[in-house]
T-cell receptor, first 112, second 112 residues
Framework: GQQLNQSPQSMFIQEGEDVSMNCTSSSIFNTWLWYKQDPGEGPVLLIALYKAGELTSNGRLTAQFGITRKDSFLNISASIPSDVGIYFCAGHGSSNTGKLIFGQGTTLQVKP | DAGVIQSPRHEVTEMGQEVTLRCKPISGHDYLFWYRQTMMRGLELLIYFNNNVPIDDSGMPEDRFSAKMPNASFSTLKIQPSEPRDSAVYFC??????????FGQGTRLTVV
């Protein structure tokens, strides 16, 4: 079945640094979504992408839908301690069945 | 809107007992998803419904797991009999079409 490969698995950075993580698939996805999960909570949507090549920002977050429709990246600029959490990419495959698949997640730790 | 509501938030049960997890999706949403999250396997899609009909249950690990959606505002995930390896956080999510999904806060299940 369709799978999303997310990297890196974890990151430990200094406050103020920029962060970049990405997600790839061997098959085409029609949508790319980026979620953040805080401890003890469910994932919360950060950014949604619906068109190949689309570049979308949400505050310090920027995400892009790859031209090939097989990848996406998320950048966080000027990280702060509250950025700590697990970041997931997710997507709807090309079969348009509504099935929403998640990557394995990137755990981000920020040192003040 | 109250968001996706899951109950209970925490469940501790003995091996062999039946466990029922409950979910109330966001009103008007036509897709409902059940995910299981563990450290080893990340977020796994167990089953999803569209307009109360199960579409894909290929992620349900065993016959011990079953899910129902008797109406648009309620779904259950049942494990019978439960085993220690079922210990995980179970999330319910809902979406309107193939737009982004909203997650509940999850049910942390511990089987001893």
């Amino acid at each position: 079945g369709q799978q999303l490969n997310q990297s890196p698995q974890s990151m430990f950075i200094q406050e103020g640094e920029d962060v970049s993580m990405n997600c790839t698939s061997s098959s085409i996805f029609n949508t790319w979504l980026w979620y953040k999960q805080d401890p003890g909570e469910g994932p919360v949507l950060l950014i949604a992408l619906y068109k190949a090549g689309e570049l979308t920002s949400n505050g310090r977050l920027t995400a892009q839908f790859g031209i090939t429709r097989k990848d996406s990246f998320l950048n966080i600029s000027a990280s702060i301690p509250s950025d700590v959490g697990i970041y997931f990419c997710a997507g709807h495959g090309s079969s348009n069945t509504g099935k929403l698949i998640f990557g394995q997640g990137t755990t981000l730790q920020v040192k003040p | 809107d109250a968001g996706v509501i899951q109950s209970p938030r925490h469940e501790v049960t003995e091996m062999g007992q039946e466990v029922t997890l409950r979910c109330k999706p966001i009103s008007g949403h036509d897709y409902l998803f059940w995910y299981r999250q563990t450290m080893m396997r990340g977020l796994e899609l167990l089953i999803y419904f569209n307009n109360n009909v199960p579409i894909d249950d290929s992620g349900m690990p065993e016959d011990r797991f079953s899910a129902k959606m008797p109406n648009a505002s309620f779904s259950t995930l049942k494990i019978q009999p439960s085993e220690p390896r079922d210990s995980a956080v179970y999330f319910c999510a809902s979406s309107l079409g193939t737009l982004w999904a909203f997650f509940g806060q999850g049910t942390r299940l511990t089987v001893v």
